[in-house]
């Protein structure tokens, strides 16, 4: 970018703000961690960077001084930045990690907008963002990938290449951005934070996680390119976390002050990396993540948090469990009762035309068992059965029309469709579940394994399954949900293709999946894939 943006830029934001904190003379790029946007409404955008010109620096604070520093911001209406369409300023300091988060108004609705930030004479990249059309606007159609689990240490963010490259409106996350183990095997390629122990537990090593995340250009690349809605599962804390029982790690922080300090940490940490609105500023140990986004009459994105108001699992730490009736209990829950409530009045009072639920855990039932008796996994919405029926029973009596749930945190590609009851076997679907694989976690996976052939032989709801690491893309319009399993064939090393390994649809009104390569399908298949002309193998 040229001579006259810088000046533009500077000149705008020396309007917008009295008190001004120079930027101190930084040794290296201060926009290493890149650039994002998020939480698209119709008017406008949270903007994201945080200044760190040594981002592994060991205390965590990014290579930057104690003093505040001004960062300017502008977003345009062309990536060149002649069509100005708002500038401001924020003081990044810190207490947030030298984090900025300007929430950005007054923009049209369903829009292409460019954004950048300047420290001192620093410039950082271009972003890319889009508002969100507004308010009942009739919206012919919406394009989104949703991914989530990535493993610094599992291999490369190659699917967030690709990712970048697509045609998007939206990038929703779904939890595991980072992972709260710090081990390294497997990367010695790249840099490699100075981590003090194995978990990270305080914010330097929270940081510290997230700054080595972003050290992968092909996630920097999918956050400029479009805005993100994320959310958190257990990793970004530790794993397997509920409510306020701490996880599988580390004794030492089982006390409960010290996880709740841990939990304050990864909040914080989370909160300084990602394009949250100040709505979603930790306080101590507590966010608000909860949250719903409308896309004109098309479709509602609810966001959920499903570790943060959970009761603990039932019958051990979340693995795999028979005979476990506490699972039934009528007073666990997995959103807790306020944000159940919140959930089901959303469902009642919108007329969009989709109902997307951003969701953590695998919703649908999963028996691991082979024969007649069930065995489930406890940490996802197997374990809190009265909240999922809450949520299905709902959906079936105020008749919600075409709830799809996406769903991460198994490292799979399933499509499956969601029962009413799962104690009567008649009951109907009366839903559908996307569960996305993972970018990296797992290492270069495998198309089939035992896991997913015991999947698709114990539960006739699951009608897809898929080892393999990347994204799921998502193309919606009043009539039909088109939902493509993006795959990448290895991680450990960079540069793998991408393919569609499966497509499936859901139609509007009728709940359920259906592959897309069925010869009565209305929806012709990508002609980058050989694999739909042929059903998976089972
Ligand atoms: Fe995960």
Redo the contacts with the bound molecule.
Sequence with gaps: MGAAGSAALLAGAANASSARFAAPRLLGDPFSLGVASGDPTPDGVVLWTRLAPDPLAPDGLGGMAHAPVTVDYEIAHDAHFRLIAARGSAVATRELGHSVHPEVHGLMPDRWYFYRFRAGSAISPVGRTRTAPAQGQAVERMRFAFA??Q?WSSGHFTAYQHMAAEDLDLVVHL??YI?EKTFTRGRADAPLAPFPREEAVDLAGYRLLYAQGKSEPALRAAHAAFPWVVTM???EVDNNWAGDSPGTGLDIHRLRWLYRRRRAAAFQAMYEHQPLRLAQMPSGPSLRLHRRYTFGDLADLTMLDTRQYRTAQACGDGGLVEDCEDRFATDRTILGAAQRDWLLDGFTRSTARWQIIGNQVAMGQSDYDPGPDIAVGTDGWDGYVADRDAVLGAAARREVDNMVVIT????QNCAVDLRGDYSDPRSPVVASEFIGT?IS?GRDGADMNDTGRLLLAANPDVKFFNAQRGYVRVELDHRLWRNDFRVVPYIRTPGAPISTRAGFVVEAGVPGVRPAWRPDDPVDAPEDDAALAEPPPR
Aim: proline share 0%.
């Design positions: 989530s689990c493993s939890g595991d992972y599962d257990d990793h991460g945190d198994r490292h993972s976690t």
